[in-house]
């Protein structure tokens, strides 16, 4: 009876132990705002496109303005500027689409 007892805690402390060492599963990735980082990038890079004279404080204020009229994806790209103007203001404007959206900010 008590060996029977001692077996069965031992099979419960079992299963208990081995419930806490299976790791837990990655969190799946959110695709949806994913793509609709990514397609706020691209827009971004039309909009630096047609400014290309301006820089700093005045091409974020530009930048700003223009994300604030795409409807769905303002906010994204809102806040990639900060990002992108950081970027240009360092390394200037020698970049492509692809480059910017998926080296420089990590939207695609």
Sequence with gaps: MRLSLLL??????FCFSAALVIPKEKQPIDLHHHKLKCKACHELYKFLKEAENLSGDALKIYLDK???FIPFISDECRHLVGKAVDHIEKYGRKFDENNLCTH???AC
């Design 66 to 68: 223009k994300c604030g």
């Design 8 to 13: 069965a805690i031992f099979a419960v402390l």
């Design 104 to 106: 420089v900010l990590h």
